[in-house]
């Protein structure tokens, strides 16, 4: 009896000894992103300047003359969130107000599991509607568009973050207690007024933490811009033509064999480190926005 | 009589945008639903051809578009699967459980607990082909795993890990402080609970998490062409099951955890960036098999958390 007790005694210590190494394990792999990321970024910038990097406005690393002037991969990142953002932020405003305010229980019951699916359904799929369905249709109304642009994937990017811009909207809009919506509805406000004078800036915070999750998203994507808008980094503002974004350069590199600290191969890990950062920011704001909601209410 | 008119003709025009912009908004919504269904009805129309074709079930890739079939694809995720669930519930269950049982949020190990919790919320938005460029540098590059499945699990585990322990969570916050009591008051030490109580009152919500986490791991294509995954595989891994005792070849298993892979996504990538049309039919046959496994786990999800909502009520 006696004997059993110390045993639980012991097991007890050793189970919280293995639940706090699972959890302390979890920092590592942030560890280890950083540690892999900036080891082979410092043996990039040993060959490449970081001048050059930051500077130069050219991209050629697979050319005979190489340039690694970031910015056309960057540029061509943010065309395509910039787009996507564009097509989502009215549709999931528009969508969110909707659910939230207007939409009957059954509405919205069939509604929420479609918009989250959009978020399950392979990027690769997205990628193929893209290329061969979303494109050869905008190229009909659109003129001059290359069978490979940053319109296309901006576009289906759009609806794909949707589960962040609208979705994400929906929740933050329904968490405003009823008892403010009752408040203006007493003062005479009708449903649409309460929804956008009230609701709306109640729930900024979370709305607009929604929406940089949704864009650090559409930034991250791989495979629709893979696929769909070209391997050709170009510093260019137009929507038409074929351009390379971050991404999209790591894949194609990937795509071929990897002789272990070639350029190419040290080339991809500062692009990398590059979207890190980014992605980073976006997401702290993103984190520091929604504290801000747990503290309002 | 006169000033009520007035009153009226200003309380139609309040009402008006209460009737149009719900019009706007079922329009804004049914654009989405359309959007989702062409894409649907797109990638299954292109890929009918194949679709109806056993052999495209039972066929490796080849040169040849009439004859290629997606089974080293099937078989590769289906093993790239089990490790990556494997490897995340090993991490995710028992993070997710330190951190709503144990967390103490005090001295030193709060200090911890707070950049673990704060950690797994970044790693949960960061984009999945840095998994892959991490996935290179350390379990290819640095501990010589090669290009391998076992490679392969480990990084979608990382992927899914954030979603698992969040998910985890969540199911243990929902069970209410006095079972806890009650347990601790007849004598169970903390671990007894957690087994006894904690765990079988929110497995429905971690395998909710689970499902979701793997039908987002499943389609996942751009970690695994940063580790290398090749897209012609014209043989399977060794079947590693033995007809006597123990029924598993341990070396024959190791091969399997060391052989090359590739898993449907990348197939369906390496047959979009064909030139030839032909390839184009395989893509979208290969897709909307992705498509209804993704459709499916997702649907078995949105169930058994139904279901759980209703068995668990406190």
């Known amino acids: 009896m006696f004997g059993s007790l110390v045993y639980k005694r012991i097991l007890d210590k050793f189970m919280l000894a293995v639940f706090f190494t699972a959890g302390f394990f979890t920092i590592f792999i942030t560890i280890g992103i950083v540690y892999v990321l900036l080891t082979d970024t410092l043996e990039f910038f040993k060959e490449v300047s970081i001048k050059e990097f930051l500077t130069e406005k050219e991209w050629t690393p697979v050319f005979a003359t190489k340039k690694f002037g970031i910015w056309p991969l960057i540029a061509g990142t943010f065309l395509i969130a910039v787009i996507a953002m564009i097509v989502s932020v009215p549709l999931g405003l528009l969508i969110a107000i909707y659910l939230s305010e207007y939409a009957s229980v059954t509405v919205k019951e069939i509604a929420k599991p479609i918009i989250e699916f959009l978020e399950a359904v392979p990027t690769v799929v997205y990628g193929y509607f893209t290329l061969l369905f979303v494109t050869p249709l905008l190229q009909k109304i659109v003129p001059n568009l290359e069978g490979f642009n940053s319109l296309a994937p901006g576009i289906v990017l759009g609806f794909m973050i949707l589960p962040y811009t609208a979705s994400m909207a929906e929740d933050a809009m329904k968490g405003v207690p009823q008892r403010i919506r009752e408040a203006s509805y007493a003062l005479g406000a009708t449903k ?10 109640a729930s900024i915070s979370g709305i607009v933490a929604g929406f940089i999750l949704g864009a650090s998203r559409a930034i991250g994507e791989t495979m629709v811009v893979a696929i769909a808008a070209g391997m050709y980094p170009n510093l260019t503002l137009d929507p038409r033509e074929p351009i390379q974004t971050m991404t999209g350069y790591i894949v194609q590199v990937a795509l071929g064999d990897l002789p272990f600290g070639s350029i190419e191969y040290l080339s991809i890990f500062a692009v990398g480190f590059t979207l890190f950062i980014i992605a980073f920011f976006f997401n702290s704001i993103a984190l520091w926005l929604k504290s801000k909601i747990r503290e309002m209410y | 009589m006169k000033s009520l008119e007035k009153f009226d003709k200003k309380k139609l025009k309040k009402i008006k945008p209460d009737i149009i912009f719900p019009i706007f908004g079922f329009f804004a919504l049914f654009l989405v639903v359309s959007f989702m269904f062409t894409l649907i009805l797109d990638v299954f ?101 090669g290009e391998s499945i076992l490679t392969a699990g480990l990084t979608l585990s990382i992927l899914m890990l954030p979603v698992i322990v969040v998910n985890t969570r969540e ?54 062409i940063t580790i290398g995954a090749l897209t012609f595989i014209a043989f399977l891994p060794p079947n590693p099951i033995t007809p006597d005792f123990p029924y598993l070849s341990l070396t024959k298993f190791w091969e399997v955890l060391m052989s090359p892979f590739t898993v449907l996504p990348i197939q369906i990538f390496n047959w979009v960036s064909r030139p030839q049309a032909d390839f184009q039919i395989n893509a979208a046959a290969a897709g909307f098999v992705l498509l209804v496994l993704t459709f499916f786990m997702n649907a078995l999800a949105y169930y058994i958390r139904q279901k759980v909502r209703r068995k668990y009520i406190w």
Do not use: C
């Open chain 1, 192 to 201: 649409l007024w309460t929804a956008i004078r009230i609701i709306l800036p």
């Open chain 2, 171 to 224: 199911a243990i916050r929902r069970i209410p402080r006095d079972i806890r009591e009650a347990a601790y008051a007849v004598g169970a030490t903390k671990w007894d609970t957690i087994r006894d109580h904690i765990f079988p009152y929110s497995l429905g919500g971690i395998l909710t998490g689970l499902i979701i986490a793997a039908s987002r791991a499943i389609g996942e294509t751009a970690p695994l």
């Open chain 2, 45 to 145: 129309l292109d890929g009918l051809e194949k679709l109806k074709d056993p052999d495209f079930y039972t066929s490796f890739p080849s040169r040849f578009p009439e004859k290629a079939g997606i089974l080293s694809g099937w078989v590769g995720t289906l093993l790239v699967m089990g490790g990556a669930i494997f490897w995340s519930l090993l991490i995710g269950i028992p993070a997710g459980i330190y951190l709503e049982e144990y967390a103490q949020k005090r001295g030193l190990i709060g200090k911890i607990e707070n950049i673990i919790e704060l950690n797994i919320n970044n790693l949960a938005a960061v984009p999945a082909i840095i998994y892959g460029l991490l996935a290179l540098g350390i379990f290819v590059y640095r501990f010589k795993l």
